[in-house]
């Protein structure tokens, strides 16, 4: 089994309840306007992945892979938890996210010895899940950039656009077709 050996997250490649929680999954957890998370409190968290919390005035039995950084972080804000049953999720001082599964589940796995590999959908089916990076950091660059905005269109010219106003066309009568279309010359007309 593999074993958290200091204070970052714990990552045993699955993304099943209790296990690692998927970019996805807190997501649309934090997006979610209906489904909100309640605030409760950890009562216990003990070794073997059972924890107890307080929620809605009843005692909740759950169960995480990581449960000794889990009460660590909530020992920093007195215990004070909240929990978000739809997403598996426990939220803990407001930014660490834990994913649980109901203790009693027959949904809760053990974590496995090496992390799983294998094509997507084999991972889709025996690991809950996977990431993939998006993209690599520019050459010369110590952090991601990301585009803010719309993509450039691919239709787009490159060509400089003209910074000055076209001259205004002379008075008079036309003298040549291009006038007589008000100054705007269309191809294959033109003369």
């Known amino acids: 089994m593999i074993v958290n050996q200091g204070g970052a997250a714990f990552q045993c490649g699955l993304y099943l309840p209790g296990h690692?929680?998927?970019?996805?999954?807190a997501k649309l957890a934090a997006r979610s306007e209906t489904d909100l998370a309640v605030p409760g409190h950890l009562l216990e968290a003990r070794p073997d992945g059972l924890i107890l919390v307080e929620v809605d005035g009843g005692i909740r039995r759950l169960w995480n892979?990581?449960?000794?950084?889990?009460?660590?972080i909530a020992s920093r804000d007195n215990g004070e938890i909240s929990h978000q049953p739809r997403f598996h999720l426990l939220l803990v001082r407001g930014s660490y996210v834990f994913c649980v599964v109901d203790a009693d589940s027959s949904e809760r796995q053990p974590c496995p010895e090496r992390p799983p590999t294998g094509d997507p959908i084999?991972?889709?089916?025996?690991?809950?899940?996977?990431?993939i990076p998006g993209r690599k950091p520019f050459v010369g660059s110590s952090h991601r950039r990301t585009r803010v905005g719309p993509r450039p269109s691919a239709r787009r010219s490159r060509l400089p656009r003209s910074?000055?106003?076209?001259?205004p066309a002379p008075p008079g009568p036309p003298t040549s077709p291009s006038d007589a279309a008000g100054g705007r010359c269309r191809p294959p007309r033109c003369a």
């Open 65 to 72: 892979h990581d449960p000794e950084r889990l009460k660590r």
């Open 163 to 167: 910074r000055t106003a076209p001259a």
């Open 20 to 25: 690692d929680v998927h970019w996805i999954q």
């Open 122 to 131: 084999q991972l889709l089916k025996e690991a809950g899940g996977f990431s």
